[in-house]
């Protein structure tokens, strides 16, 4: 955990002991409801806050709260400060802007998992159920502070909360907060959340007219990244629930009017998923609703079978989708630099908290995607994980537009007269304009170009009690010569190669292995070769 993130959670903590009065706050402090029902004039504002913070550039949860974007943060109390990760950070945003705009607002206090097994309800097998909520209603003449009821609200959820099969829904009572979206530009839209059933949680900001998904995530350190949606978040089962949800629409009922407009007691509801116009289970069982098997469920537009990723796309484009092979490879490599230079903040937090001067632990966590503590805080693999995916999903694209430009396919854009000339053009002056700078062990700084990258993508070191060169996957003797040798983390680094080589987040498998474990390959242990992620030599080979 990092400094800051200490300092942010010991005011959130503060919030459930201090008496109100202890607190010096000045401004507006109460969270009156003053509607009884979110109308969609409230969902579309509720979009315009979201996109406008996505936009800004916040670095973290709380810059994105306080900076100019956000049009309510003059009402906010002096001293008030925000933290969320993934998970929460959707709820941070939507109980706010309830907050600000006397509307009801409800969330999962409590979820167990279908089966009753397993030991981290994140990652339940059968997906979750609700068993408690909590709303935002006022139980008496005076008001709640909003600020406390917010923070404690937020401090709820988790990504457990997104866990879930939409079809075991109760819309009265225990409800989900979310329903799954239906993929059109009505369904997805700015505060859509898409859920990783790995264990993560984004929320889109934009989407352009050519149909990418622009998405911000908070972390555990409270630092906000930005990407474009694609195979980094895999498609699951109906169970787990994973894709792109929206909030629900609430409801206060049975509350009696005061003479001040504002609303006293009654319950949070909400209406059946099957009656909102944005509700579809097609992302789960395709456009041919197969739901025998969901993993063989097909999609298609216009008439034409498409990948899922590309049929999302198709469905949010405005007019037909085309695609121009050397746009297309330079917006993937822009985001691709963007994602690598966020991973810089990720690993200066582990060297900033000194985690890498720690001794190496005897045995990796449990699972090393979904662990907690000081490995979920400062490790990385299911960040590398999704980087990979990225490059690997960058490197099958352009392939298959320079195959599907040699068969005549209409949806390839394309007027030049050396397709594979102006794509190795447009690569080598992208690469060139991306350059990323992380500081070693000594403080010296070192420029890594995109090409160093590439070069390195399965020698970076997810494991935050590595030095930064290892985290970098430093591969000569002179830019390694500031890491402080060690050699049992030298033995680990080598050791967890397999696991570096692997881009799928296995969530089910048992992974405390120790050092003997990891050169014994045991199962589950990483694979031997990594998928080709080198769009350059296909590029060259052409």
Not at 98 to 115: H, I, R, T
Not at 466 to 481: I, P
Request: glycine content about 6%.
């Amino acid at each position: 955990m990092s400094t800051r993130t200490s300092i942010l959670r010991l005011v959130l903590i503060t919030a459930f002991v201090l008496p109100i009065a202890s607190v010096a706050f000045a401004g507006p402090q109460h969270w009156k409801i003053t509607k009884t029902q979110w109308t969609p004039s409230d969902e579309k504002n509720y979009s315009a806050f979201v996109a406008a913070l996505g936009e800004s550039g916040c670095r973290n949860v709380a810059e994105c709260m306080k900076s100019s974007a956000n049009p309510y943060r003059g009402t906010d109390p002096v001293g008030f400060d925000f933290w969320a990760d993934c998970g929460r950070f959707p709820y941070l945003l939507r109980g706010y802007f309830a907050w600000k705009n006397g509307l009801p607002f409800s969330v999962e206090s409590q979820v167990k998992a279908v089966d009753g097994l397993g030991k981290d309800i994140r990652y339940s097998a059968k997906g979750n159920y609700v068993s408690a909520r909590r709303d935002s209603v006022q139980r008496s003449a005076q008001p709640p502070i909003g600020h406390t009821l917010l923070q404690q609200l937020v401090m709820f959820p988790s990504t457990a909360m997104y866990r879930y099969n939409a079809e075991l829904d109760q819309p009265s009572g225990l409800f989900f907060d979310f329903v799954p979206a239906k993929i059109d530009r009505n369904g997805i839209r700015p505060g859509t959340v898409i859920y990783d059933a790995n264990g993560h949680a984004a929320i889109v900001y934009k989407i352009e007219t050519d149909g990418r998904i622009r998405f911000f995530d908070a972390h555990t350190d409270a630092l906000i990244t930005r990407s474009v949606y694609g195979e980094k978040f895999q498609r699951s089962s109906p169970n787990s629930g994973g894709g792109f949800k929206n909030f629900r629409p609430l409801y206060l009922t049975g509350a009696s009017q005061q003479s001040d407009g504002s609303y006293v007691g009654g319950q949070v509801t909400t209406i059946p998923m099957t009656s909102l116009a944005d509700f579809s289970m097609e992302q789960f069982f395709g456009t041919n609703n197969f739901r025998a098997n969901w993993s063989k469920a097909e999609f298609a537009f216009n008439g034409q079978k498409l990948a899922f990723y590309d049929w999302v796309r198709s469905r949010l484009a405005i007019g037909d989708l085309k695609y121009h092979p050397i746009d297309e490879m330079l917006n993937m490599m822009d985001t691709l630099c963007n994602d690598v230079k966020e991973r810089v903040h990720a690993v200066d937090a582990a060297i900033a908290n000194a985690i890498d001067e720690k001794a190496q632990p005897a045995s990796l966590p449990e699972n090393i995607y979904g662990a907690s503590g000081e490995w979920e805080s400062f490790s990385t693999p299911s960040r590398d994980a999704r980087l990979k995916t990225s490059f690997v999903e960058l490197r099958k694209d352009v392939q298959r537009f320079v195959e599907l430009h040699r068969q005549g396919s209409p949806r390839v854009i394309y007027s030049g007269t050396n397709l594979a000339l102006d794509l190795r053009t447009a690569y080598e002056r992208a690469a060139d304009a991306c350059v990323i700078v992380y500081t070693r062990s000594d403080q010296t700084r070192v420029k890594l170009s995109y090409h160093h990258v590439v070069a390195r993508l399965y020698s970076l070191s997810f494991d935050p009690y590595q030095c930064a060169e290892r985290r970098w996957g430093a591969d000569s003797n002179q830019e390694l010569s500031t890491c402080p040798y060690d050699a049992t983390k030298e033995a680990w680094y080598q050791a967890e190669q397999r696991l570096r080589n692997q881009i799928d987040r296995t969530y089910d498998v048992k992974m405390g292995f120790s050092l003997q474990d990891l050169r014994a390959k045991a199962p589950g242990s990483g694979v031997d070769t990594p998928p080709d992620a080198d769009l350059r030599r296909y590029l060259y080979s052409l």
